[in-house]
């Protein structure tokens, strides 16, 4: 079984209610999985190919599930951990899901609600840790 990643995203952009807790959240919960902010401006920020900026009276924060790679079973425990502490809420603590074997998560809901699932597919190889894109 072989699992293809990096084709079919861009980018996700979510709408926060409140967005310099919803930054400290994910620059949090992503630290613990080595990525960092890319860029951010006023009322906005971008981690990799996660976009985010602060809903206003036209539009509402956004309801989505999104799920991050770990790299091993700890990673997802000290994701949560994180998530909580950063002001997250329990939706599902670290445990072997259903899913397919070797299915590790957890899930927290962030400050606007989303939510936000840390997963490890078991023991694998990559055949890289990144796609890298160069604009010509």
């Given at each position: 079984?072989?699992?293809?990643?990096?084709?079919?995203?861009?980018?996700?952009?979510?709408?926060?209610?409140?967005?310099?807790?919803?930054?400290?959240?994910?620059?949090?919960?992503?630290?613990?999985?080595?990525?960092?902010?890319?860029?951010?401006?006023?009322?906005?920020?971008?981690?990799?190919?996660?976009?985010?900026?602060?809903?206003?009276?036209?539009?509402?924060?956004?309801?989505?599930?999104?799920?991050?790679?770990?790299?091993?079973?700890?990673?997802?425990?000290?994701?949560?951990?994180?998530?909580?502490?950063?002001?997250?809420?329990?939706?599902?603590?670290?445990?072997?899901?259903?899913?397919?074997?070797?299915?590790?998560?957890?899930?927290?809901?962030?400050?606007?609600?989303?939510?936000?699932?840390?997963?490890?597919?078991?023991?694998?190889?990559?055949?890289?840790p990144s796609i890298v894109i160069e604009p010509l």
């Amino acid at each position: 079984m072989q699992f293809h990643t990096g084709r079919l995203i861009d980018h996700v952009h979510l709408r926060a209610r409140n967005v310099t807790n919803t930054r400290y959240f994910y620059e949090t919960v992503l630290g613990v999985l080595g990525i960092s902010v890319t860029a951010k401006g006023e009322g906005w920020f971008q981690i990799d190919e996660l976009f985010v900026d602060a809903a206003d009276a036209r539009t509402v924060p956004t309801h989505v599930h999104l799920a991050f790679q770990a790299r091993d079973r700890e990673t997802v425990d000290a994701f949560y951990q994180a998530a909580l502490s950063a002001g997250g809420t329990d939706n599902g603590a670290p445990g072997e899901r259903h899913y397919h074997p070797g299915y590790y998560a957890c899930f927290v809901l962030d400050p606007d609600g989303n939510n936000i699932e840390a997963v490890f597919h078991g023991p694998n190889r990559r055949s890289a840790p990144s796609i890298v894109i160069e604009p010509l």
